[in-house]
């Protein structure tokens, strides 16, 4: 059974930081790639950022380039995102995503406000 399970999420003033973490199990974890996606409210689920199987290729989308990074540790069948200098844009619910196995997690809020 596949599960993925996020963590990290909270409530952080603009500017600081997060570092979120998906634990996988339920599959290879090592020869898959993986997603972050987000949800705002009243907003449909969107692709954050994306890395292969071996953590050699990343990509971002636009507007957290710089910002965010994603990285995974296949001993751990985990993988990370950290987000550093946060806006109230970044106000979602984050998930990871296993396209081979088309899973998500359950999400993990990440709230931006003063």
């Known amino acids: 059974q596949v599960q993925l399970v996020e963590s990290g999420g909270g409530l952080v003033q603009p500017g600081g930081s997060l570092r979120l973490s998906c634990a996988a199990s339920?599959?290879?974890?090592?020869?898959?790639?993986m997603y972050w996606y987000r949800q705002s409210p009243g907003k449909g689920r969107d692709w954050v950022a994306w890395i292969t199987s071996t953590g050699g290729s990343t990509n971002y989308v636009d507007s957290v380039k710089g910002r965010f990074t994603i990285s995974r540790d296949n001993a751990k069948d985990t993988v990370y995102l950290q987000m550093n200098g946060l806006k109230p844009e970044d106000t979602a619910v984050y998930y990871c995503?296993?396209?081979?196995?088309?899973?998500w997690g359950q999400g993990t809020q990440v709230t931006v406000s003063s």
């Open positions: 995503y296993a396209p081979a196995r088309k899973s």
């Open positions: 339920g599959f290879s974890f090592s020869t898959n790639s």
